[in-house]
C-alpha cells in the first residue's frame, strides 16, 4: 500500500475505536475539551500494539466515530420499522447502543441544563424589569407629586398676591373716601 493512501477502517479497528471512546467518553467532553480527548483517545488506541494502524488523529477518530453513530442510528431506525423478526447482535451493535444511549441521555441533560438556565435568565430579566418599572413609577409619582407642590405653591402666591392687591385697592379707596369726607 502506498504512503500517504488513504486506508478505510476494518472491523477490528472499529471495534478498537468504540471499546476506547466508551471507556473514555471524549463525546461527553465539555466544549473546548473534546478536541483534546479525541487526540488522547487516538493517541491510546496508536499506542496499543493490538491496534492494526501506525497513526491515527483525534479528528480522524472523531470522524469515524460520528460515522459509526450515524449509521447505527440509520440502521436502528430501519429496523424499528421491521417487523418483530430478532437480529442477532453483534459486539458492535452493543457498544454502538450504549454509546447511543449516552449520547441520547447527555444531550437530554444539556437540553435540561439550557432551558433551566434559559427560565432563571427570563426570570431575571422579569425580575430586573419589574425593579425598573416600580423604579420608573416611583419617580413618576415623585414628579406628580413635586408638580402638585409647585402648583398649590403658585396657587398660594397667586392668592397672596391677590390678597395684597385688594388690600391696596381697598386702602386707595379707604384714602378717597376720606378725602372726600375731609373736604
Keep these: 500500500m502506498a504512503e500517504g493512501r ?3 477502517f476494518t472491523d477490528e479497528e472499529d471495534l478498537a475505536l468504540l471499546r476506547q471512546a466508551l471507556g473514555d467518553r471524549p463525546f461527553l467532553q465539555p466544549r473546548g475539551g473534546i478536541l483534546a480527548k479525541w487526540d488522547e483517545l487516538a493517541a491510546t488506541l496508536v499506542a496499543d500494539a493490538s491496534f ?3 497513526n491515527l488523529s483525534g479528528k480522524t477518530a472523531s470522524g469515524r ?13 430501519e429496523a424499528a420499522t421491521l417487523s418483530g423478526v430478532s437480529e442477532e447482535e453483534s459486539e458492535k451493535t452493543v457498544l454502538l447502543d450504549e454509546i447511543v444511549a449516552l449520547l441520547d441521555d447527555y444531550a437530554a441533560r444539556t437540553a435540561a441544563a439550557k432551558e433551566t438556565e434559559q427560565r432563571k435568565r427570563e ?6 424589569n ?18 402638585h407642590e409647585e402648583a398649590a405653591r403658585a396657587r398660594q402666591e397667586a392668592s397672596e398676591h391677590m390678597l395684597k392687591l385688594v388690600g391696596a385697592v381697598m386702602n386707595s379707596i379707604l384714602a378717597i373716601i376720606q378725602a372726600q369726607k375731609s373736604n
Design 6 to 8: 488513504r486506508r478505510n
Design 52 to 54: 492494526p494502524r501506525d
Design 65 to 77: 466515530f460520528d460515522k459509526l453513530v450515524k449509521a447505527h442510528r440509520e440502521q436502528s431506525a
Design 123 to 128: 426570570r431575571e430579566e422579569l425580575t430586573d
Design 130 to 147: 419589574k425593579a425598573a418599572r416600580e423604579e420608573l413609577a416611583a419617580q413618576r409619582a415623585q414628579e406628580r407629586k413635586e408638580d
